[in-house]
């Protein structure tokens, strides 16, 4: 009997149970979609669907221009773009003589523009094979409205969600993100002045100048995705507005930045594959940045490798390019002179260092050595050095440190062109500095030492500002809508900067020379321009077996004008010359420059 009551009353629990779970079905999907209590706070549980369903793509940001150093937008300017969304191969064929229509109606190869749009994720701005820029004329939008395919959509768009963006890293990422708005922005956010919702920059220009870029009337465009996150093309789309108070109109970026070298130098870097790695071209006369490219490029992160992250502006381990912190150093001091001789037996056993060349370079100048990017002599001087002066002359000529602009500008102290800058290191924290092994392995780049490409081409710069060392500029001004100058950023040098001797400054100099003419640099003798460098090879990874490949330089050697930085990280061959190439390239390009410029200065003379 007590059996058969304890069986009533499980049923009966089961049963009770079942009804909770009928009743709160029930609650959640007919009685209280709007109005949902959760964890004691009322959820819109339709609207909480929506947010995971629909998706959005920024159409017009409403935020300040950012322009290029000759007033070529590089974002921010207002022209009819086209706008397309993920398709399968299935889709494309079933659309195939609408999708043939508009590719021939913009120029586009078909190949391409399939194998764009099946790799898709998310709805982008379409670019130019190369990075330009798409515009569409009104004709072109006309003719490809009336087709009506639901993939493509012509939209007056500010180009800043673009695949295949310009200057990707260096413009910077742009997000909806409550959270970090009212923690970055709080007073703005707290008085009413800016809407939490509406798009903050978190990375780049974007981030670093979001009080002046920031708007509050932006334009969306609002579609469906399927469960998996694929969109619906064609299905619940709705473009809307987003508006707001504007009582502080966004200003307009100025940059250092020149647009078709950006793009040109981008274009090499896809050419010769760079994976993983940056390019960063500086003017001589005042450290200004007139390239800064960065790679991998896109818009999601594959295999770890965070698309939005300036590898300019990220540490690496720099090799032999360091060497020339020694050479500065030891010839500065009175250690060296260029003619001073060693010899070279390949080897430095006692601190487990070797040199490239496994016989050694036997008897040979210090100039020689540099040229030659001798181990065993560069870690020898450094041992002499010590690590005070090696540490101390690393950061006379910029190293371990930030040095993007840095200053006051207007109410804020210490604002940076550039706050993800990270600074590299000479010695660790717990290192043993002044052990000779850990000496020889800085000397020659190695051990703890890190660098960033923009501290090394700034490096190059800084031996011909009599040692001292600028702050590289990104931007040269912020201007109001009507383009009247509100900041101009001046030059300025490093805090703390103090001369090099001139005679150790000209031997250095002609020590790069020397690598391209004689030593392990010679591969990029055959440029129009005479170059002068450093090349650079580091071991990296865990096991050991991935190399960074550097090459740094100026050029023309002759009256130099440009510094050029390469890096490519992580490579599997310690042989791979494409840093050298990319080097040549990059003041090939310069040398085009240069001469195109010259042409079109001298047709307004003949004019005038």
Not at 81 to 92: M, Y
């Amino acid at each position: 009997m007590r059996k058969i009551r304890r069986s009533w009353i499980v049923s009966l629990l089961f049963i009770i149970a079942f009804m909770g779970i009928i009743f709160r079905l029930y609650m959640i999907q007919i009685a209280s979609t709007r109005s949902f209590s959760l964890f004691d706070e009322q959820v819109d549980l339709i609207a909480m669907a929506q947010s995971r369903q629909n998706k959005e793509v920024v159409i017009d940001s409403g935020r300040g221009e950012i322009l290029d150093r000759n007033g070529k937008s590089l974002v921010g300017e207002k022209n009819w773009h086209l706008l397309v969304f993920p398709q399968s191969e299935e889709q494309i064929a079933y659309q195939q003589k609408k999708v043939r229509a508009i590719t021939d109606l913009i120029h586009y190869p078909m190949k391409e523009f399939i194998s764009l749009v099946t790799r898709l994720r998310t709805p982008m701005i379409l670019t130019r094979e190369d990075g330009r820029e798409l515009i569409l004329t009104p004709d072109q939008k006309e003719k490809i409205d009336a087709l009506h395919l639901p993939a493509v959509r012509t939209v007056m768009s500010d180009q800043r969600m673009t695949l295949n963006q310009l200057g990707q890293q260096v413009i910077g990422q742009v997000v909806r993100s409550p959270l970090l708005m009212k923690k970055w922005f709080e007073p703005e956010v707290e008085s009413g002045k800016w809407n939490s919702q509406s798009l903050l920059g978190i990375s780049g220009l974007e981030a670093a100048f979001e009080p002046f870029l920031h708007g509050e009337n932006e334009d969306l465009l609002v579609y469906t995705t399927t469960q998996t996150g694929r969109p619906l093309t064609g299905v619940q789309m709705l473009q809307k507005k987003i508006g707001g108070i504007n009582e502080d109109p966004p200003k307009t970026i100025v940059t250092t930045i020149d647009k078709e070298l950006q793009r040109q130098v981008e274009e090499l870097m896809k050419e010769k594959r760079m994976e993983d790695g940056a390019v960063v071209v500086q003017q001589i006369a005042d450290g200004d940045i007139l390239a800064m490219a960065s790679s991998p490029k896109g818009t999601t992160i594959e295999d770890e490798k965070n698309p939005w992250e300036n590898r300019a502006v990220m540490e690496a381990t720099p090799g032999s390019i360091f060497k020339t912190v020694v050479a500065v150093a030891a010839l500065d001091t009175g250690l060296v002179k260029p003619d001073t001789v060693f010899y070279c037996n390949g080897k430095l056993d006692r601190y487990h260092l070797h040199d490239d060349n496994p016989k050694g370079h036997g008897r040979e100048t210090f100039a020689d050595a540099y040229a030659n990017s001798c181990n065993v002599v560069l870690g020898t001087v450094a041992q002499t050095l010590g690590a005070q002066k090696l540490s101390s002359y690393a950061k006379r000529l910029g190293l371990a440190q930030e040095v993007i602009w840095n200053g006051r500008v207007f109410d804020e102290a210490h604002f940076s062109q550039l706050p993800e800058e990270q600074t590299g290191l000479i010695f660790a924290k717990n290192t043993q500095a002044n052990d000779p092994g850990v000496l020889a392995q800085t000397g020659i780049g190695q051990h703890d030492v890190k660098m960033t490409p923009l501290q090394a081409v700034n490096m190059i710069t800084s031996l011909f500002h009599r040692g001292k060392t600028l702050e590289p500029r990104l931007v040269k001004e912020i201007c109001d809508q009507n383009g009247r100058v509100l900041y101009r950023f001046r030059n300025q040098f490093i805090p703390g900067a103090k001369p090099i001797k001139a005679d150790a400054l000209n031997a250095v100099k002609k020590m790069m020379r020397k690598v391209v003419t004689d030593g392990t640099g010679k591969s990029v003798s055959r440029a129009p321009w005479p170059l002068a460098g450093k090349t650079g090879t580091a071991q990296v990874g865990v096991k050991k077996d991935k190399y960074n490949k550097w090459m740094i330089g100026f050029g023309p050697a002759d009256h130099p004008r440009y510094a050029v930085a390469v890096v490519l990280r992580s490579v599997p061959d310690d042989g791979d010359p494409r840093a050298m190439q990319i080097f040549q390239q990059v003041m090939e390009l310069l040398a085009q420059m240069e001469k195109a410029e010259k042409k079109i200065d001298e047709k307004d003379v003949r004019q005038k």
